[in-house]
T-cell receptor
């Protein structure tokens, strides 16, 4: 079965710093989604990547899917306290069966 | 439009007791998902409905968990009897249709089994 591994598991950065979160799949990705979860709340969809090499941005958050479609990175520029939360990558493991990574907890210090 | 509603938000029960969670998806959304999220882990799909039919329930512990989606709208997830390892957040999500990738999540129900 397909698995998604995220790194790092947790991250603490000073406000204004840039950071990167990685998501690695055990199999080729046919669709990779990024979600954000605030503590104690549901997930909020950020963006979806489908094509190898594709890059998308949402405000100060940029995500890219590598050419081989087995890894995605999410980059936050000039982090703010509002970026704090848990970032989860998700994928369709086949026939609309969705799986999620273990998540990366981000804390931004003001 | 109103988001996905879930109730209750929190529930504490003793092991071997029963519990039920309710979800009201976004109006018009045909596909509904129930996920279990254990602390420190990503959500795990328990069951997926397309209208009132089950698309995937391969990870649903059917000896104790059951779910239904009457009339293809609201859904209920039940645990009977609960075990300590069922302590988790239960998330409900919906999409317009099975092929739509953007899932809309409810706030979740945090279950504690003592």
């Amino acid at each position: 079965s397909q698995e998604l591994e995220q790194s790092p598991q947790s991250l603490i950065v000073q406000e204004g710093k840039n950071l990167t979160i990685n998501c690695t799949s055990s199999k080729t990705l046919y669709g990779l989604y990024w979600y954000k979860q605030k503590y104690g709340e549901g997930l909020i969809f950020l963006m979806m990547l489908q094509k190898g090499g594709e890059e998308k941005s949402h405000e100060k958050i940029t995500a890219k899917l590598d050419e081989k479609k087995q890894q995605s990175s999410l980059h936050i520029t000039a982090s703010q306290p509002s970026h704090a939360g848990i970032y989860l990558c998700g994928a369709d493991s086949g026939t609309y069966k969705y799986i999620f990574g273990t998540g990366t907890r981000l804390k931004v210090l003001a | 439009e109103a988001g996905v509603a879930q109730s209750p938000r929190y529930k504490i029960i003793e092991k071997r007791q029963s519990v039920a969670f309710w979800c009201n998806p976004i109006s018009g959304h045909a596909t509904l998902y129930w996920y279990q999220q254990i602390l420190g882990q990503g959500p795990k799909l328990l069951i997926q409905f397309q209208n009132n039919g089950v698309v995937d329930d391969s990870q649903l512990p059917k000896d104790r968990f059951s779910a239904e989606r009457l009339k293809g709208v609201d859904s209920t997830l039940k645990i009977q009897p609960a075990k300590l390892e069922d302590s988790a957040v239960y998330l409900c999500a919906s999409t317009r249709d099975v092929a739509f990738y953007e899932q809309y999540f409810g706030p979740g129900t945090r279950l504690t089994v003592t």
